[in-house]
């Protein structure tokens, strides 16, 4: 398997423009996660799905910040209007078990740099 | 607030030395504790986990040790190699699901070995 999968691999956006970013989890997982990455906050948890449905997005920032997973095969997520502040590495990453946190497989991220 | 602080922020170890990462958390809920390798451009990798019903657990030449009394848990790196310069973090979960069975990462140390 070639593991989870995520792109683009660098963004650079402008401040107000949408950014849209994709993940492909390992097959046969039925749990994905959405990581955030930053220096100050380190390894913040977004949201999480079970069999496709988001079953936690306290920890989505703000409305600004969407995520859909339309099949077990794709997810993604949005920000619209993008912000300086967002400026970050976004893991998305998936687990096979049902006790969903026991291994969590990472992509290599998303760097996302708004200017 | 749930917190698991982490340290030291920064290890410089010389080949062949112990490298030695400390965690604490104060959830007495938190029912597993894993550790995560992050090399960079890539996600963070389950590295070894431990259970609060031990106090040790060891896979070649890493140790986890886990103190419960004193919420407290450590990787400890025996012989290190210049190929785990990396950045590791600690992790804990809650054992009663839903949110509170979110893995709570610390904010990492980033491992330097000198050859």
């Known amino acids: 398997d070639a593991g989870v999968i995520q792109s683009p691999r660098h963004e650079v956006t402008e401040m107000g423009q949408e950014v849209t970013l994709r993940c492909k989890p390992i097959?046969?997982?039925?749990?994905l996660f959405w990581y955030r990455q930053t220096m100050m906050r380190g390894l913040e948890l977004l949201i999480y799905?079970?069999?496709?449905?988001?079953?936690?997005d306290s920890g989505m920032p703000e409305d600004r910040f969407s995520a859909k997973m339309p099949n077990a095969s794709f997810s993604t997520l949005k920000i619209q209007p993008s912000e300086p502040r967002d400026s970050a590495v976004y893991f998305c990453?998936?687990?096979?078990?049902?006790?969903?946190?026991?291994?969590?497989?990472f992509g290599s991220g998303t760097q996302l740099s708004v200017l | 607030q749930q917190q698991v602080k982490q340290s030291p922020q920064s290890l410089i170890v010389q080949k062949g030395g112990i490298s030695i990462i400390n965690c604490a958390y104060e959830?007495?809920?938190?029912?597993?504790f894993p550790w995560y390798q992050q090399f960079p451009g890539k996600g963070p990798a389950l590295l070894i986990a431990?259970?609060?019903?031990?106090s040790e657990k060891k896979e070649g030449r890493f140790t986890i040790s886990f103190n419960k009394s004193a919420k407290q848990f450590s990787l400890h790196i025996m012989d290190s190699q210049p190929g785990d310069s990396a950045t590791y973090f600690c992790?804990?979960?809650?054992?009663?699901?839903?949110?509170?069975?979110?893995?709570?990462f610390g904010k990492g140390t980033k491992l330097s070995v000198k050859p």
């Open positions: 992790a804990a979960r809650g054992r009663y699901g839903g949110s509170q069975g979110n893995l709570i």
């Open positions: 431990i259970r609060p019903d031990v």
């Open positions: 990453a998936s687990s096979p078990f049902r006790d969903s946190n026991e291994k969590l497989f």
């Open positions: 799905f079970n069999n496709n449905v988001p079953i936690d």
């Open positions: 959830n007495t809920a938190f029912d597993y």
């Open positions: 097959s046969g997982h039925d749990y």
